[in-house]
Structure formats: C-alpha cells, structure tokens
C-alpha cells in the first residue's frame, strides 16, 4: 500500500465509510480491532457467507469473488477498503490494487512487518488455510522486507471449523494443534504468525502448544494499526466525534453470521443485511 494519496481529498470524503470484507464471519476479528482504534469511524463490513469457505478454494475464484466484493463495497461509497480475509489477501489483492484508484490494504504486510519486529532469532513460523501456505505470500513478504530471516509454513485448516464450532478449550483442540504444531516445534521458532481471520479466538491453547517463549502475531491487530496510520497520514479521519455506524452485509441468510460473529467480535451484532454478490 502507498502510505500517501497524491490528490486533494475534500472533506466529504473523511465522512465516507469504511469498507471490510472476508470470506464470512472470520474477518470480524479484523473489524473488531479497527472498532476498537477507530471508534469514531463508520465501518461496512461484507462476509462472503455465500460463498464461504476461501480457504480451499483455488486462486482464480478467490480473485473473482474479492473483485466482486469490491465492487459492492465501492457502490456503498467508502473511502478505503480493508481485506480482512488472509486467503484473498494473499492471492488477489496485488490484482485488485492494480485495477482499482481506491486505497486498499491487505493482512500479509501488517502481519510480516510484525514479525520482522519480533523475532530474535530470525525464525518464523507462519500458519494459515491451504490457500495462504501455498501462496507463500507470507514468506515473500518477510523475505522481502528482511531476506536472511528463515519462514516455516504450515496450513492449519482444521482450526478454521474449530474456531467456528467455539471448540476454544477443548481437549480435542490441543491434541490438534500439539500435531499440527509439532513441525514448527522442531524448527525452534520463537515467532509464529497467525495467518488467518479465525486464528486470533485460539491464541491460549496455541501459546500453550508452542510454549511460553514463541510470540504469537495477531495479523488482525496490527492491520488495524496500519488502517489508523493510513487515514491519519492521509487526513482520511473522520471529522466528527459523534457516534459512527457499523453495517453488517452477508451473501446468505444472516442468522449464523448473527450468532458465530458475536463470539468473534465479543459483542453482539445489530443488524445484518442480506445482499446478492453475484449483480457485483
Ligand atoms: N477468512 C479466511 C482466511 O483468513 C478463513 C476462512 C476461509 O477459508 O474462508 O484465510
């Protein structure tokens, strides 16, 4: 993402939303963050439930659909967009930054800079869905930024449903991520990257399997810090203190989203609207 926008931005355009989609529910892990930094920011949230999962899906339907989501993102006039989902991230947003004028950031950067700044001895692990890992768009991130430090990837796709189905502290958890874990374990990092929208909701039992000593990075956080850094660097800030709306779209029937994205955004959802993604 360029950090500065050349064009004067007229003050109607502070005033404009901004926008975040995922592939579901997983993102709100992202919006809560920005939430929590931007509180007096207007947010439209889009969850692909449709069309969910992206995880295994193959590059060229995740582009389509991420370029769909913007499309309807941009109909709702927002002024810049936050791709939330770590799997589109990692394989369209370059081709969306490419084919749209709009200021749009991805969870890869935030989450490798983090790790960059983290670790000590230059050994990073870096989970995620199917999609993420065999991108490798994180190690070409940190690699990119600091070349001699070593990347170790691991798909995760079970802690995806895990996260879902609220199996937080279950037994059934640990003994999944003692296996999954158990490579990276064995390769001594002492930084693991959670690459993915879902992984943030089991940070206990993962710190617990990876010991004390590994730091875990929340990409959602540090995304949310760029997003503030971005519009403050840009005068993109809302002007006014008052009270901003968050509106929450979905491409199926809302009830699920309503009742698993409580447990994600730690807060309840008001309400959810149901659009087709497919007019986009
Ligand atoms: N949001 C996805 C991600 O962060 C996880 C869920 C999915 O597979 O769609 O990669």
Same mark, same amino acid.
């Given at each position: 993402?360029?950090?500065?926008?050349?064009?004067?931005?007229?003050?109607?355009?502070?005033?404009? !939303?901004?926008?975040? #989609?995922? =592939?579901?529910?997983?993102?709100?892990?992202?919006? &809560?963050?920005?939430? %929590? @930094?931007?509180?007096?920011?207007?947010?439209?949230?889009?969850?692909?439930?449709?069309?969910?999962?992206?995880?295994?899906?193959?590059?060229?339907?995740?582009?389509?659909?991420?370029?769909?989501?913007?499309?309807?993102?941009?109909?709702?006039?927002?002024?810049?967009?936050?791709?939330?989902?770590?799997?589109?991230?990692?394989?369209?947003?370059?081709?969306?930054?490419?084919?749209?004028?709009?200021?749009?950031?991805?969870?890869?950067?935030?989450?490798?800079?983090?790790?960059?700044?983290?670790?000590?001895?230059?050994?990073?692990?870096?989970?995620?869905?199917?999609?993420?890992?065999?991108?490798?768009?994180?190690?070409?991130?940190?690699?990119?930024?600091?070349?001699?430090?070593?990347?170790?990837?691991? !798909?995760?796709?079970? #802690?995806? =449903?895990?996260?879902?189905?609220?199996?937080?502290? &279950?037994?059934?958890? %640990? @003994?999944?991520?003692?296996?999954?874990?158990?490579?990276?374990?064995?390769?001594?990092?002492?930084?693991?990257?959670?690459?993915?929208?879902?992984?943030?909701?089991?940070?206990?039992?993962?710190?617990?399997?990876?010991?004390?000593?590994?730091?875990?990075?929340?990409?959602?956080?540090?995304?949310?810090?760029?997003?503030?850094?971005?519009?403050?660097?840009?005068?993109?800030?809302?002007?006014?203190?008052?009270?901003?709306?968050?509106?929450?779209?979905?491409?199926?029937?809302?009830?699920?989203?309503?009742?698993?994205?409580?447990?994600?955004?730690?807060?309840?959802?008001?309400?959810?609207?149901?659009?087709?993604?497919?007019?986009?």
């Amino acid at each position: 993402m360029t950090l500065l926008i050349k064009s004067t931005l007229s003050h109607k355009e502070n005033d404009k !939303p901004i926008g975040i #989609f995922d =592939s579901g529910v997983g993102g709100l892990t992202v919006a &809560k963050q920005v939430f %929590r @930094l931007l509180p007096h920011e207007k947010v439209i949230y889009f969850g692909d439930t449709g069309r969910y999962p992206y995880g295994p899906r193959s590059q060229q339907i995740v582009a389509k659909f991420s370029f769909q989501n913007t499309n309807f993102l941009l109909k709702e006039k927002v002024k810049f967009i936050v791709v939330a989902c770590n799997t589109a991230s990692a394989v369209a947003l370059p081709q969306l930054q490419k084919h749209y004028q709009i200021p749009m950031i991805g969870v890869i950067d935030p989450g490798a800079k983090a790790a960059i700044g983290t670790t000590k001895n230059r050994r990073v692990g870096v989970i995620g869905t199917v999609g993420t890992i065999s991108s490798d768009a994180y190690r070409k991130a940190i690699q990119k930024l600091s070349s001699g430090i070593k990347v170790f990837s691991l !798909p995760c796709p079970l #802690f995806v =449903s895990l996260a879902e189905e609220g199996y937080i502290d &279950k037994k059934a958890t %640990r @003994l999944i991520a003692e296996d999954y874990l158990s490579p990276l374990i064995k390769k001594d990092v002492d930084t693991l990257v959670l690459g993915c929208t879902h992984y943030p909701l089991l940070k206990k039992v993962l710190s617990q399997v990876m010991g004390e000593d590994v730091r875990l990075i929340d990409s959602a956080e540090e995304t949310a810090k760029e997003v503030r850094i971005f519009l403050e660097v840009n005068k993109l800030l809302r002007e006014s203190k008052g009270k901003a709306y968050h509106k929450f779209y979905v491409s199926d029937v809302p009830d699920k989203f309503m009742q698993v994205g409580r447990r994600f955004l730690k807060n309840r959802i008001g309400k959810v609207r149901r659009i087709d993604i497919n007019r986009y």
